[in-house]
């Protein structure tokens, strides 16, 4: 893949890119990494005794402490009470340890298809978590690593469905793998938290990122041995709209279509009489000028968005591939599925 | 807008934040009788902001103000007590804290600091009292506080409070078996280092005695010790529970003399006539470190962990100060003489009195002496005149004689015997005392407790504070210490029928003994008997008790060893039980699911390919298209279980017997098809 540096090292950071490296995660980081590489891409999780971790919180530790000193202040004091209390509350800890095992155990999480995405912009992952048996409370998801304010938090009915989506921002094009999830729960107490690892097999399509402002499109050429001439005879009818050109005399602005068109982070758009169906627009990798490759393909994407949003066919010319002219929502997708996976 | 309403439309923020206050309000109310007004006042008005912040969801406090208050909490709590240590200083440090904290209720540490907080709060109140309601109002506190945990934890939507609180309950609950076993079993030992000094109760014996310190603990109706008697019940009369025994006077107080232990009651000249009585005692928490045995025991109660020993006034006193419930069982010997050969030391100080004090009292006892009609009289007969003063001499017995020695500093003991002559037992004995001492009779004053509940309940007679006592022993030659009460000179009732003269009764008992009078009696004795189990069962439940159940499971010489193994062997088998549900659990699978495992199952033995994700309604058109009308009963079973679980009115769980009869369908198919075309080769 052809990624400028910095672009390569953004996306190999991942989405905790931007929190600050504490010791421990420095520590963490190779060992995790080593742990999840070990794990197996899988198309649903069953969450059993042996893939759910469970260690006490902070909160878990304080509890133990208290309970130490109530425990010290009962022997002191010899108050039989004390001891009821201590053991009553020590009791329901332990029971916590249980119940947040619980909480996860027994749970299938699998993914949704994920929606292809434009670099930097947020891919959305939704994660299905059923329940067979055991309503289930707090649990909540994010990408493994992320910091835990970034969870999801979600209920499952017994016997039911809930779903639970997290995302992520993918900084370079192409196909990348979804990320490793994680699912944690701390329920009933707080004391323990339970959590598992899960690296789904799914992968999402990054197109690249669309240039902005975007450079306008290149002119379309009419189409080779096309009835234009004809289509003048019956003139002055209004054939399509294209894209607003610098030089476009007001009154071919279709001021409604433009509306839409900008609430869509488009531009203004024009009323085309030229009988637009029979000219032929090329997004060509030689017409950005002497840009790197990235910038190329920005451009490349944001003309395919503009041509579509005009209404005017088009084809994509790229060093070694090319797709044939057409139009709609079926080409653009193969145009920026070109984009995302050229190399 | 109605209250109800109000709470049902608020944000659940503030709603959860109202529920915390609330729980911290109930955990904090007991105390407000402990607590400084300033402390209680500072914590109403701590909560009541609080409320009104969650209420408007207005800013929190900033932490300098936080600051500012807790220097000025400290700061009162420094002027009341005059330091931070100890059990009172604390309580109100933590309460002041617990108020503070809920003006920083930010983060999710916060609100475990507040948690944790109130589980230490509760703590501090079995520090004043381990009854019957405390325990139930704590109950609810830790129930309280275990829903607001559970609620934190509970991220998504608006959860029902009842919703939180039945799954805390569900949680203490299961806790509950874990709770039982650790207190059973946890060994229980001594304290750990020494308390400070006032970590006791404030009411009992005292080891001083002073003019009026004795009507403060007659009003005290709480128990003092309850007592079973195995066989002879001695009279009333006879009931002398001995506590410390006061000898030396300075003129203002009373004082035990120092003294050496002795080593055995022999050596004091202890001489027993007839039968001993038998009997069991629960003692209350004691300030002291004495034993107020039944007149006269010959011998220590065993004491699990203490050593008891005995001073030459017959005083038995242990190491260290009584704070725990105490149950042991003892011998009384009513019929005794001791000191018989009493030391001259002693006798010296039994017969001091501080010069310069009560010298009318002084020549009132000389006179009697020299009176024609006590020429030659020893000591009983000097005894028997002082005595009979006192029943005709015109005293009468009040709980409440005033304050003497005000206007005669020296003289207080004057001021009583000669002009004003109201007094309780306390000073009848002193007087008793001091006339004896001047009539040159070694005497001494000793107090304790006196007669019991007339009635039983449960079996067990009840020794409350207000039996406490305080009589007098002067020496006589060849006979030693001879017990004088001069109390039942002037009030004979107080002694024979252990009639405690009681203080007027408030209104709501006032009225009740108007309407019955054996009502209130009674719903008394229904309480005490309550309150005596629960001492008996929960309360009391100590080393001796635990050894004595590992007795009753087998264990022939059960030690701290024995039941330490036992509790670590038996929290292993839970933890093991924990482990093994959650294997167990790993197994299984939704009953729907594992139907259609079945179901599939069988169909591959029919050479039917069904895909995980096909319902039921598939496979039976595919069971139509290949199998034809053999396969037609098949097909109506799998309709039948797509029915039933994606119908219009599902069912719950999956029909097993269906599952069977579809196995056994498939079944007859197979051996029909093998019965029409043989295997070929």
Redesign the interface.
């Given at each position: 893949m052809n990624v400028s540096p910095e672009r390569a090292r953004a996306a190999r950071a991942g989405p905790a890119a931007d929190a600050p490296l504490t010791a421990a995660a420095v520590l963490r980081h190779p060992i995790q990494a080593w742990l999840h590489g070990r794990l197996r891409r899988t198309e649903s999780l069953k969450l059993?005794?042996?893939n759910i971790y469970i260690l006490p919180t902070?909160?878990g530790l304080?509890?133990a402490a208290?309970l130490v000193?109530?425990l010290?202040?009962?022997?002191?004091?010899?108050?039989?009470?004390?001891?009821?209390?201590?053991?009553?509350?020590?009791?329901?800890?332990?029971?916590?340890m249980?119940?947040t095992?619980?909480t996860l155990?027994?749970l299938t999480l699998h993914l949704k298809p994920v929606a292809p995405v434009f670099a930097g912009d947020a891919a959305v992952v939704e994660v299905v978590l059923s329940s067979?048996?055991r309503a289930r409370?707090?649990i909540?998801i994010k990408l493994d690593g992320a910091p835990a304010s970034t969870l999801t938090?979600?209920?499952v009915p017994s016997?039911g469905q809930a779903s639970a989506r997290v995302s992520f921002v993918p900084r370079a094009r192409g196909r990348h793998d979804v990320p490793t999830l994680s699912a944690e729960t701390?329920?009933?107490?707080?004391l323990f938290r339970a959590w598992t690892v899960w690296r789904p097999v799914g992968g999402v399509l990054v197109y690249p990122k669309a240039e902005r402002p975007p450079a306008p499109l290149p002119v379309a050429r009419p189409m080779p041995g096309g009835t234009t001439a004809a289509r003048h005879v019956q003139g002055g009818e209004i054939e399509g709209i294209r894209a607003y050109r610098r030089g476009d005399p007001l009154k071919l602005v279709s001021w409604r279509k433009s509306a839409k068109s900008m609430e869509t982070g488009g531009e203004l758009v024009s009323r085309d009489t030229s009988a637009s169906a029979h000219q032929e627009l090329w997004l060509d990798w030689a017409a950005c000028g002497t840009l790197p490759a990235e910038d190329r393909l920005s451009r490349l994407a944001a003309w395919v968005l503009a041509a579509e949003r005009s209404g005017v066919h088009y084809g994509l010319r790229l060093p070694g591939m090319q797709v044939p002219r057409s139009q709609g929502a079926g080409q653009k997708r193969q145009c920026l599925e070109a984009l995302a996976l050229w190399q | 807008m109605s209250w109800a309403e109000r709470w049902r439309t608020l944000p659940r923020d503030a709603r959860d934040t109202l529920f915390l206050l609330g729980v911290i309000a109930w955990t904090v109310l007991p105390h407000v009788s402990h607590l400084p007004l300033w402390c209680t006042l500072l914590t109403a008005v701590m909560l009541l902001w609080r409320t009104q912040l969650a209420m408007v969801n207005g800013p929190l406090p900033t932490r300098r103000w936080l600051a500012i208050l807790l220097l000025i909490a400290a700061g009162l709590t420094l002027w009341t007590y005059r330091t931070l240590l100890g059990k009172e200083p604390g309580v109100t440090m933590a309460v002041a804290l617990m108020a503070l904290k809920t003006l920083e209720l930010r983060a999710?540490?916060d609100a475990?600091v507040v948690f944790?907080l109130g589980?230490?709060i509760?703590?501090t109140h079995?520090?004043y009292s381990?009854s019957l309601l405390?325990?139930a109002m704590?109950l609810v506190s830790?129930w309280g506080l275990?829903t607001a945990?559970?609620l934190?934890?509970?991220?998504?939507?608006q959860?029902g409070l009842r919703q939180a609180g039945s799954?805390?309950a569900r949680?203490?609950l299961?806790?509950?078996?874990?709770?039982?076993l650790?207190?059973v079993l946890?060994p229980r030992?001594?304290?750990?280092?020494g308390?400070p000094a006032d970590?006791g109760p404030l009411t009992g014996l005292s080891n001083t005695l002073r003019m009026g310190s004795v009507a403060e603990i007659a009003q005290d109706d709480s128990v003092a010790m309850r007592i079973r008697f195995a066989g002879r019940i001695p009279p009333q009369s006879a009931m002398y529970f001995r506590g410390p025994v006061l000898t030396q006077f300075d003129g203002r107080e009373w004082r035990p003399e120092p003294a050496a232990l002795v080593r055995s009651a022999a050596e004091i000249g202890l001489r027993t006539r007839g039968e001993p009585v038998r009997y069991e005692v629960t003692l209350e928490p004691q300030r002291l470190a004495v034993l107020p045995l039944l007149e006269a025991a010959v011998r220590a109660p065993a004491i699990e962990g203490r050593h008891i020993a005995l001073r030459p006034d017959l005083q038995w006193v242990t190491d260290r100060p009584l704070?725990?419930r105490l149950r042991f069982d003892a011998l009384a010997y009513t019929d005794f003489g001791h000191g018989a050969a009493a030391s001259p030391g002693t006798l010296r100080e039994a017969l001091w009195l501080p010069p310069g004090y009560n010298p009318r009292t002084l020549a009132w006892a000389r006179a009697l002496r020299r009176d024609a009609r006590q020429a030659g009289a020893g000591a009983r007969q000097l005894a028997q005149a002082v005595l009979s003063h006192i029943a005709r001499g015109g005293y009468t017995y009040t709980l409440a004689p005033g304050v003497y020695g005000e206007t005669e500093p020296l003289g207080a003991i004057d001021e009583f015997w000669l002009d004003r002559k109201l007094g309780f037992c306390e000073h009848f004995a002193a007087a008793f005392v001091v006339a004896m001492r001047a009539m040159d009779v070694p005497a001494r004053i000793v107090t304790g407790y006196q007669g019991t509940d007339r009635l039983p309940v449960d079996g067990y007679y009840i020794v409350r504070q207000s039996a406490a006592h305080a009589w007098a022993e002067y020496w006589e030659p060849g006979a030693g210490w001879v017990r004088a009460d001069p109390t039942a000179a002037v009030a004979p009732d107080r002694i024979l029928r252990s009639e405690q003269l009681a203080p007027l009764p408030g209104l709501v008992a006032g009225t009740l003994r108007s309407v019955d009078p054996q009502l209130l009696a009674r719903m008394r004795g229904a309480w005490e008997a309550l309150d005596n189990r629960w001492n008996q069962w929960?309360?009391?439940?100590?080393r001796g008790q635990q050894l004595d159940l590992l007795r009753s499971v087998g264990f022939r010489a059960p030690s701290w060893h024995d039941l330490s193994l036992l509790l670590v062997g038996a929290l292993s088998a839970m933890a093991l039980a924990?482990a093994g549900?959650?294997?167990w659990?790993?197994r299984?699978?939704?009953p729907w699911?594992r139907q259609m495992d079945a179901v599939r199952a069988a169909l591959r033995r029919l050479e039917l390919e069904a895909a995980p994700h096909e319902p039921p309604r598939t496979l039976a058109l595919r069971v139509r298209e290949r199998l034809g009308p053999a396969g037609d009963s098949l097909a109506g079973l799998l309709e039948t279980i797509d029915r039933q679980r994606y119908g219009r009115t599902p069912a719950a769980r999956p029909d097993g017997a269906l599952t069977r009869r579809f196995r056994a369908a498939v079944r007859q198919l197979r051996t029909h098809r093998a019965a029409r075309a043989p295997a070929t080769p």
């Open positions: 059993t005794q042996r902070r909160a304080m509890f208290t000193t109530l010290v202040a009962s022997i002191n004091y010899q108050l039989n009470l004390g001891y009821v209390l201590t053991f009553l509350l020590a009791g329901s800890g332990a029971v916590s249980q119940l095992h619980n155990r027994g067979p048996w409370h707090g909540g938090w979600v209920d016997g701390r329920f009933p107490l707080g | 999710r540490r475990f944790f589980f230490f509760i703590l079995f520090l381990q405390v325990a704590m830790v275990l945990l559970v934190a934890h509970m991220p998504v939507g959860p799954l805390a949680t203490a299961l806790g509950a078996p874990i709770m039982a650790l207190f946890f030992v001594g304290p750990l280092w308390l970590g704070r725990e929960v309360l009391n439940y100590s924990g549900w959650a294997w659990d790993r299984r699978v939704d699911v």
